[in-house]
């Protein structure tokens, strides 16, 4: 059975679509059998993934409204790893897409307005019994906004992420094209910030299937 991570945050421009591509090729490169859903009325993960049909191993399922719980079970099913990208609102759809959920992955820029809206998915997390984890996004490479931004997650009780990434060009660089960090070039800051991600990631994984 494979592992669903959805992302998701209410505030837009956070990131999300940017991380989920990432992600995918960062687990493409480690060998695994990756489905992307995208439940996000923007479609912008849809459009990354179209550049990519060619791909091996990457898969963007369809899915709409009610059958999004069945779909992401039947994924489960089939496929490594399943990234979920869920609509902004809190709506029907994210709700089911945080249930169905082994991890739901919240990208957080250090603003004050990142801060309130990851705050919300916190709260829904809770109700749904589904653990949830922050990643801090667009990390400047100084100044006192970060730290900052910690601590106002952690009075949340929030749960963050070791791995960061930084504010970088290359994040964004090749998306129009259907491409990451990973394809602009081999070894990177930003390279090396995903994998370092995608390795937490399997590591938190493997310890909540042990849970």
Not at 29 to 54: C, G, H, M
Not at 75 to 83: E, G, Q, S, T, V
Not at 168 to 176: E, Q, Y
């Amino acid at each position: 059975m494979g592992h669903v991570i959805t992302l998701a945050q209410q505030k837009g421009g956070a990131g999300k679509t940017t991380v989920a591509s990432h992600l995918a090729q960062a687990w493409l490169n480690a060998k695994k059998d990756v489905a992307i859903i995208d439940l996000d009325p923007q479609r912008s993960l849809t459009r990354w993934a179209e550049q990519r049909a060619e791909e091996k191993g990457l898969t963007l399922l369809e899915s709409r409204d009610w059958r999004a719980g069945l779909d992401i079970r039947d994924a489960r099913k089939a496929h490594d790893i399943i990234l979920v990208d869920c609509p902004g609102n809190a709506d029907l759809l994210l709700h089911t897409a945080i249930r169905e959920s082994d991890l739901v992955l919240s990208p957080c820029q250090p603003t004050a307005l990142d801060i309130w809206a990851t705050q919300t998915i916190i709260e829904t997390c809770r109700k749904e019994g589904t653990p949830h984890r922050v990643l801090l996004n667009r990390v400047p490479p100084r100044g006192k906004a970060t730290d900052l931004t910690i601590a106002k997650l952690k009075d949340a009780g929030a749960d963050i992420l070791k791995s960061r990434l930084g504010n970088r060009v290359a994040f964004a660089a090749g998306i129009f094209d259907g491409l990451t960090a990973f394809n602009l070039s081999r070894t990177s800051t930003a390279t090396d910030e995903t994998v370092a991600l995608r390795k937490e990631l399997d590591r938190l994984l493997k310890a909540l299937d042990a849970a």
